[in-house]
Nanobody
Framework: QVQLVESGGGSVQAGGSLRLSCAASGRTFSSYYIGWFRQAPEKEREFVAC???????YYGDFVKGRFIIARDNAKNTVYLQMNNLKPEDTADYYC????????????????WGQGTQVTVSS
């Protein structure tokens, strides 16, 4: 079993940066792919980024080079560096862990953190 705790959210102005962290417990962390999803008010949860157990990365189309996902297996932590933030990036961000399935599909993820809020003002 994996427990996930996000941190690093906050309020920034458009064009600013934030780095989100996802700290995981569990000795098998390195065998999971870790994804970030976000959910804005009254919208569905959407895929942001994912990093596989081997370090391969995937991003949602809207990211367009602004975000970078990375993992440090020694620290059981995954990071999401978000640059050039826009007001439409405002949402609750969740990290999640999975082993099988389509990485962009939230149903493929079995463990979820409690979320961290990101607010971007114009």
């Amino acid at each position: 079993q994996v427990q996930l705790v996000e941190s690093g959210g906050g309020s920034v102005q458009a064009g600013g940066s934030l780095r989100l962290s996802c700290a995981a417990s569990g000795r098998t962390f390195s065998s999971y792919y870790i994804g970030w999803f976000r959910q804005a008010p009254e919208k569905e949860r959407e895929f942001v980024a994912c990093i596989s157990s081997s370090g391969r990365t995937y991003y949602g189309d809207f990211v367009k080079g602004r975000f970078i996902i990375a993992r440090d297996n020694a620290k059981n932590t995954v990071y999401l560096q978000m640059n050039n933030l826009k007001p439409e990036d405002t949402a609750d961000y969740y990290c999640s862990a999975g082993r099988f399935g389509t990485i962009t599909d939230l149903r493929s993820y079995h463990y979820w953190g409690q979320g961290t809020q990101v607010t971007v003002s114009s």
